[in-house]
């Protein structure tokens, strides 16, 4: 496969972007968009067969603002079909897990680790994952942040990226706590003052962005289309950072204790390791967390971008 050709995936990597990697939200150029892999063609055929516990369908609703969103289901319809409805609805559909679900995208996500690892000393990864997220335009991805590493390729269409410091106001200890023991990472608060501070980046297909950790970031889609691949990551530090957050999210919650350090290494850290290990799957956190799930509509297939109402469907 093309992948295996010895051209670099990133087209543009230079010493001044390995200086910047990880400390500044960077813009680099890449090739995957000219992959067949990434084609419409290829990514309808993957949707065809792509298994129901591993993708999520939301549609965003009238107006704007997370409360009107639902989640459904395609219906069965050809992958073709669907990434035509969500061209012309407000839809977004993520393929999650897709290197575990594809060994073609596996091996896509190898050489791109491979050529980092040659490019930054010391990269290395615990663990990795990806999705690829096709989305409506105008499309919007609310103001969060994410807990481990991340990268946002984009394949398909224009999208706006809205970077905003990884330090208070915008992100602060509590909010890393809350993200790791809650999972509600899009309940950050934001202000639209916010954007003043923020590094605004455009991408286009055979771009990619990657940013400082735990960067707050959001996203709005032009008015196209959008096909981007989400590629997330550990390594230890990142693993010991979210088992920090969780203990000390435990701690201030569940046992009522400020916690007094976020250190990642010693007594403190390991003794946090085995309580965020004893409890991270208790009945308390799952109750908490609380996430329900309801498919309540599938994608019309007579009139594409409409959605059909579960029960009205039964
Ligand atoms: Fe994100």
């Not at 996203?219 to 981007?228: A, H």
Request: proline share 6%; net charge neutral; aromatic share 8%.
């Amino acid at each position: 496969m093309d992948v295996k050709n010895s051209d670099p995936i990133f087209t543009d990597w230079s010493d001044q972007h390995t200086a910047l990697w990880g400390h500044q939200p960077l813009r680099l150029q890449h090739r995957l968009h000219t992959m067949p892999l990434f084609s419409r063609e290829s990514l309808a055929q993957l949707i065809d067969t792509y298994p129901r516990d591993q993708y999520s369908l939301i549609h965003m609703g009238g107006r704007g603002g997370r409360r009107f969103w639902r989640e459904g289901d395609t219906g069965g319809l050809p992958g073709e079909a669907v990434i035509d409805a969500i061209s012309k609805g407000r839809m977004w559909l993520n393929l999650r897990n897709v290197l575990k679900v594809d060994k073609r995208f596996a091996d896509v996500a190898d050489a791109v680790f491979e050529e980092m690892a040659q490019r930054l000393p010391g990269f290395s990864t615990r663990h990795r994952s990806a999705g690829i997220l096709i989305s409506s335009p105008g499309a919007q991805v609310y103001y969060h942040a994410d807990l481990p590493g991340q990268h946002l390729w984009q394949l398909i269409g224009r999208k706006r990226v809205y970077v905003y410091p990884n330090s208070p106001p915008f992100l602060t200890e509590r909010q890393l706590e809350d993200i790791a023991l809650f999972e509600i990472e899009v309940d950050l608060p934001y202000e639209p003052w916010y954007d003043e501070h923020a590094r605004v980046l455009d991408l286009e297909p055979g771009q990619m962005l990657s940013w400082p950790l735990n960067a707050p970031h959001r996203v709005e889609n032009l008015d196209c289309l959008n096909v981007s691949m989400t590629v997330s990551f550990t390594n230890e530090e990142i693993h010991r950072l979210q088992n920090l957050n969780l203990a000390n999210g435990l701690l201030r919650h569940r046992l009522g204790i400020a916690p007094k350090s976020r250190s990642i290494s010693g007594p403190s850290y390991w003794s946090k390791a085995v309580l965020q290990k004893a409890l991270r799957n208790s009945r308390w956190v799952k109750r908490e967390r609380n996430a329900r799930r309801v498919v309540d509509f599938r994608l019309d297939g007579a009139n594409p971008g409409e959605i059909i109402d579960a029960q009205a469907a039964a």
